[in-house]
């Protein structure tokens, strides 16, 4: 099982196999057919309270990720889960983040309890 963390501004490569985008908001300035997003399952997201905390600052990094844990253990989460990972049984997975330093990000806490 692979899976790994990329920007989806970055260019798609063809080690990307299955792109999922796991942002709540789709990202600025990006279009679709650029994007080469295979799916986009929001659920997998942090909710818009978590994420409006984090960036207020009011935490830090290992509260955020405890707390997006939490909220990745409700039924629709988990579904969501085990789909991502029958696409990564069958190839690679990359997860795709707007954010700026994604290995320090939700997609990166999502990867590590993926793999």
Known sequence: MSVRVRRVYDPPEPEDGVRVLVD????RGLAKDAARVDEWPKGLTPSNELRRWYHAGEGSHEEFARRYEAELTGPE???LLRHVRELMASGPVTLLTAVK??????????ARLLG
């Open 24 to 27: 709540r908001l789709w990202p």
């Open 77 to 79: 989460a988990e579904e």
């Open 101 to 110: 330093d994604p290995e320090h990000g939700h997609a990166a806490v999502l």
